[in-house]
């Protein structure tokens, strides 16, 4: 005979009957349910508050499981191995020149104090420029300042502390905080009083906020809203002892050192001309075109940001001579078509400088444009391979040989290269196109048509008869 059996088993009907369960038993026991006795075989009206929804768990459970993505930092003998195995597989032409770097100074470099969420658990870790840098003595004081109980709001409300070199001992802090309230606004006033009192080498203190609400990195800050309120100093910064300075949201290296000497590098690698011209693409600060400026009769400089025509026109302001403009528009084949049909522009040996940043790339009409504008020299900076790949054999289909490849590490112990390469024209003909030779045999006509048989009758023909002797003598 079939006997039904009970939903409870009787280990537990007999622990459950009349009594009260702990949460921890009877979670075990019934599920999503928490806290409440069973008496009768029933549940017990329980409260919403009391269940759990799936997601809830759901998200708990894998924030204890998740794991932070560990990325791998190449050593400087593991980058020099794979763009020599690029050249080889890509068969890149020419080799290679000396590597550009400088050594990296933790007073020249930015650093930053970002909050982590670990689960439910907030923590501020110091972020190094590179790896096996200490922190400097500046970042841990203020480190120290943040874990005091007065600031324990305005540490709640805080996202990161950017912490940007001039490239000579003295930062720029850029604050991204969430204000609300009285309270958090008190303890932003009181920090900056600390910055101001105990700080001496920050010479400028920032508050950001960023729509959407993410981090704030210079390098990518596309498609965001930036508000920011200066609360000490001013909105630009010197570049070290240059005598060019730039807006304190504008984009630079981590590390300053190389940066600050590669105009110099530039110039080795061209030897311009003092008749010579310079177009800038993706200036950005400028810093590049302004102290080439007198190495140069005219220079351009373009960009599309706010922070970037701000500190170029203050740049143009700090030089000695008068032959640099700015232009602020995106890189794009029409503005360049226009800028070089005018009559002042195309003439001259122009030095077109891009630098792509980033996933940017170059379009094959903005190639074509470019190489049209036939500038004596085309300097491309890339930290991409597979786009340095595709731009090589573009200029090369334009006419475009490629000179010089110039690799760059510009932040030791970060992991990051770039290659800077320069093109000129072929005007010996290695690439099988003798512009002497393509000029005349674009003159040579093709020969006519040899007439056929069948079609001779329909040929008018005009015959003139010879005289003979006699008619000729009568």
Known sequence: MYKQ????????????MGRTVSK???NKTVGNRIGKAIAGNKFNVSKKHDIYADDELNTKKSAKTEKPVVRKILSFEDIKAQVLAWMTNDR??????AWYTADAIPEHSDWRIVKEYRGVQENLTIEAPSREMKPIELVVRVMEQLHKDHLHIFKKALRQIWFRATGDGRFALLVQVNVKGKISAHGYKTFVDFVERSCPEVI??????????????????????????????????????TGFCMHVLDWTPRIKD???????????????????????????????????????????????RES????????????????????????DANFIAKFFSKSENAEGRWTFYVNL??????TSEIEHTLATSRPERILLQTGNLETATKEIKAFRNEGYVLRKCIPLYMEPGRGNFELL???????????????????????IQRPKERPQRANMSDIPHFVQKTPSFKQRKD
């Open 5 to 16: 059996s009970n939903r409870f088993s009787r280990r537990t009907e007999n622990k459950t």
């Open 24 to 26: 921890t038993a009877h």
């Open 92 to 97: 890149i032409p020419g080799k290679l020149q």
């Open 204 to 241: 400028s203190c920032h508050q950001i906020q960023c729509l959407p609400d993410r981090l704030f990195d210079p390098a990518d800050a596309r498609g965001m809203k930036i508000e920011t309120k200066c609360s000490l100093g001013s909105d630009f910064m010197p570049i070290a002892s």
């Open 258 to 304: 190389a940066w600050l000497n590669f105009p110099t590098r530039i110039k080795d690698a061209i030897h311009p001309n003092r008749e010579d011209r310079f177009f800038e693409f993706c200036s950005g600060s400028s810093y590049v075109s302004a102290c080439l400026a007198p190495c140069f009769k005219q220079v351009e400089a373009l960009d599309c």
């Open 308 to 331: 970037a025509m701000q500190s170029s026109r203050m740049n143009i302001k700090n030089l000695a001579t008068s032959n640099m403009r700015f232009h602020r528009s995106h890189l």
């Open 357 to 362: 940043t980033g996933e940017d790339i170059l």
């Open 421 to 443: 390469f320069l093109f000129v024209p072929d005007r010996v003909g290695l690439l099988g196109q003798n512009p002497a030779q393509a000029h005349r045999s674009r003159n």
